[in-house]
C-alpha cells in the first residue's frame, strides 16, 4: 500500500501537460545525448561539447532579442560554430583547446550581454542557462523527437565510417573514408542535439549530459555497440528521473537531472573499480598523445 | 617471388605539411610481388612516402600512378593506436571495408572473409575479444588482418616492428614474407636495419630525398647511411648478410677524456 502511494504520489504530476512534455522531452534528450556523446567521449572531445553548448547560448540570445525562430537561429550559430572550431582543429596551427576556449566563451558572454542590455535577463535568461520544466513546449518535444530520428538514422547510414574515423582517423582517412565529411556531419548534429536539448538541460549543464552517460557505460562495457546503447539508456533513465525530481524538489531540471547521471557514474564507478584494477593498461589511451605523422 | 607488372610509381615527388618539404623529389617504384623496406631516420618522410603512394595526401609536385583498379591495405604504427578504445577484433576488422559497407553488422560473405583471415593468421577464435587483451604479437597480426580484409594487392606497413620485443619482431618478418610469398606485394618502413631491413631483398635509404635504392648488400654501406642517417656507421659481414654497428673507437660525445 505504502509503495504505491510512494509511486502514485511520484507519477501524479503526469496529470498536468506541461509535465507530461517535460518528462518526455528530458527522456528523449538524455537518449540523443546518450547517443552524440559517446562519439564525444570517445573522441577526446568532451571539451568541444562544453565549448559549443556555451557558443549557441550566443545564438540563442541574438536570435530570441532579433525576434527570429530560435532554433533556426540558435542552430545556424552552432553549426557555423562546430565547424569553425573543425576547420581550426583540422589546421593544426592553433591548439584546439585555446580556439574553442575563445570562440565559444565569447559567443557565450555575448550572449549575456545582450540579455543583460536588452533588460531580458529574468526567468526567460535563467532557463536558458539552467533548464527549465516549465519551458518545455509540445514543438520543443516533436524537435527533440525528429532530432533523435534522423541522428541515429545518420548513426545508422554512417555507421562504420563514423566508428573507423573515431577509432583511427588517420588511416580511416588513407583508407579512402571521407573523414572530412564524416566529422563535420558529427559536429552539426552535436551542434543541434545540444540546441534542442538546451530546453531541458540548460547551456551550462548539457555537457554533462553528454559526457557523464557515454563515460559511466564505457566503465560497464568493453563492446562499442553496446557502450553506445548503454550511453542512451543511461542517457534517457537519468534524463526521466531527473525531470520528474525536479518538479518534486521544485528545482531547476539541468541539475537535478545532471546529478542523478553523476550518481549514476559514482556507483559505477564503485562498483567496477575492481575490475578496473586488473586491467592491463593501454598503451595509449590519451588521444591527444597519438603520434603526429612526420 | 619475381618483381610483375607495375603497381605504383611515385614520380618526383616533393610534399611538405606546410614547414618546408618533407619529400622532395621522391621517385620510388613498386612492382607486383615486391617485398621493399624503406629506411631512414625520423622525419625522414618515410610514414609521408607511405601516404602519397596510398593517396591520403597529395602531392605538391611531381604525380603518383597507381594501376587502375589497385586495392591498397594499410597497417599504421601499433603505438598510435588508442588500447582503451571499445571495439572487438572482429569489428577492427570490419572497419576495413567501412568504404564499401557503412551498416554496423557484417554480411554472411564479410563474416566469413573476416574469420578466414583470423584463421590464415593464427588469430582464430579471438574476434569477440577487445583488442587490448591480446599478445603484443597477435595485436600486430590484427592490424595486419585488417589490411587483409580487404584482399588488397599491396600492403603498406608503417614501422610494423617498432617497440615490438625480438619474438614479435621475427614473427612479424615471417608472416610478411609468407604473405609476400602467397604473392602480396610488401611495402614497409622500418627503423631496424639489422632485425628486419637487412633481411628484405630491395631497399630504399630516404632522407627527404631518396639517398640509395638496392639490395641490402648495395645500399647498406657506411657511405649511403653517412648520407641517410648523417651518423658514422659500420658494416660489418655476417655470413654474406650486412650488420649495420655504431662506428668502433668513436668516443660518445661529452664522455671523452672522463676516466
Redesign the interface.
Known amino acids: 500500500m505504502g509503495g504505491a502511494r510512494l509511486s502514485d504520489a511520484l507519477l501524479a504530476p503526469l496529470q498536468y501537460g506541461f509535465v507530461r512534455n517535460g518528462l518526455v522531452a528530458a527522456t528523449l534528450a538524455g537518449a540523443l545525448c546518450g547517443l552524440v556523446g559517446t562519439f564525444v567521449v570517445l573522441r577526446g572531445m568532451s571539451y568541444v561539447g562544453h565549448g559549443l553548448s556555451h557558443a549557441i547560448f550566443g545564438g540563442f540570445a541574438a536570435s530570441s532579442l532579433a525576434g527570429v525562430n530560435v532554433l533556426a537561429g540558435a542552430g545556424a550559430w552552432g553549426v557555423a560554430s562546430a565547424l569553425a572550431i573543425n576547420a581550426v582543429a583540422r589546421r593544426r596551427v592553433v591548439g584546439v583547446d585555446a580556439a574553442i576556449g575563445v570562440v565559444t566563451t565569447a559567443s557565450f558572454a555575448l550572449g549575456v550581454v545582450l540579455f543583460a542590455a536588452s533588460g531580458r535577463a529574468g526567468p526567460n535568461f535563467e532557463a536558458a542557462l539552467f533548464g527549465s520544466i516549465l519551458g518545455v513546449t509540445g514543438r520543443d518535444v516533436a524537435a527533440v523527437a525528429a532530432v533523435l530520428a534522423v541522428s541515429t538514422a545518420l548513426l545508422l547510414a554512417g555507421y562504420r565510417p563514423l566508428l573507423f574515423t573515431t577509432f583511427d582517423p588517420d588511416v580511416a582517412e588513407a583508407s579512402g573514408v571521407r573523414t572530412r565529411l564524416v566529422d563535420g556531419l558529427l559536429m552539426g548534429t552535436l551542434a543541434v542535439a545540444i540546441l534542442v536539448a538546451m530546453r531541458v538541460m540548460g547551456v551550462t549543464l548539457v555537457a554533462a549530459a553528454l559526457v557523464t552517460p557515454p563515460a559511466t557505460a564505457r566503465m560497464i562495457t568493453d563492446s562499442f555497440n553496446r557502450m553506445l546503447l548503454l550511453a542512451c539508456l543511461l542517457g534517457a533513465g537519468s534524463g526521466a528521473a531527473g525531470m520528474l525530481a525536479s518538479y518534486h524538489l521544485d528545482v531547476q531540471s539541468g541539475p537535478v537531472i545532471v546529478l542523478v547521471s553523476t550518481g549514476l557514474f559514482v556507483v559505477t564507478y564503485a562498483a567496477t573499480a575492481p575490475s578496473r584494477t586488473l586491467r592491463r593498461p593501454p598503451a595509449c589511451a590519451d588521444r591527444s598523445q597519438r603520434v603526429a605523422r612526420p | 617471388m619475381t618483381s610483375g607488372g607495375l603497381l605504383l610509381h611515385v614520380a618526383g615527388v616533393t610534399f611538405g ?1 606546410g614547414r618546408g618539404p ?1 619529400l622532395e623529389d621522391v621517385t620510388v617504384t613498386v612492382r607486383a610481388g615486391d617485398f621493399l623496406g624503406v629506411v631512414g631516420p ?7 612516402l607511405l ?1 602519397v603512394g ?3 595526401v597529395r602531392p605538391d609536385a611531381g604525380a603518383v600512378h597507381r594501376r587502375p583498379g589497385l586495392r591498397i591495405g ?1 597497417v ?13 577484433v572482429a ?2 576488422l ?6 564499401v ?4 553488422w557484417g554480411t554472411r560473405s564479410e563474416r566469413g572473409r573476416v574469420n578466414e583471415v583470423l584463421e590464415r593468421l593464427g588469430l582464430a577464435g579471438l574476434g569477440n575479444r ?1 583488442i ?2 591480446l599478445s603484443g604479437g597477435q595485436q600486430q597480426r590484427v592490424f595486419v588482418a585488417r589490411a587483409l580484409v ?1 584482399d588488397p594487392d599491396v600492403v603498406l606497413l608503417d614501422e610494423p616492428t617498432s617497440g615490438v620485443d625480438v619474438k614479435t619482431r621475427h614473427d612479424t618478418l615471417h608472416l610478411l614474407a609468407d604473405l609476400n610469398a602467397g604473392g602480396l606485394t610488401v611495402v614497409l618502413t622500418t627503423h631496424d636495419l639489422n632485425g628486419m631491413a637487412a633481411h628484405l631483398p630491395r631497399l630504399v635509404c630516404l632522407n627527404r630525398h631518396v639517398v640509395a635504392a638496392g639490395t641490402p648488400a648495395e645500399v647498406l654501406r657506411p657511405d649511403v647511411l653517412e648520407r641517410t642517417y648523417g651518423a658514422g656507421l659500420g658494416v660489418l659481414d655476417h655470413g654474406g648478410m650486412p650488420v649495420v654497428v655504431e662506428q668502433v673507437g668513436a668516443p660518445l660525445r661529452g664522455w671523452a677524456g672522463r676516466g
Do not use: N
Open positions: 605539411y618533407v625520423s622525419g625522414s618522410g618515410k610514414t609521408t601516404l596510398m593517396g591520403a594499410y599504421p604504427q601499433v603505438d598510435t593506436v588508442d588500447w582503451s578504445f571499445p571495439v572487438t569489428e577492427c570490419l572497419m576495413a571495408r567501412a568504404r559497407v557503412s551498416a554496423p577487445h587490448r587483451e580487404g
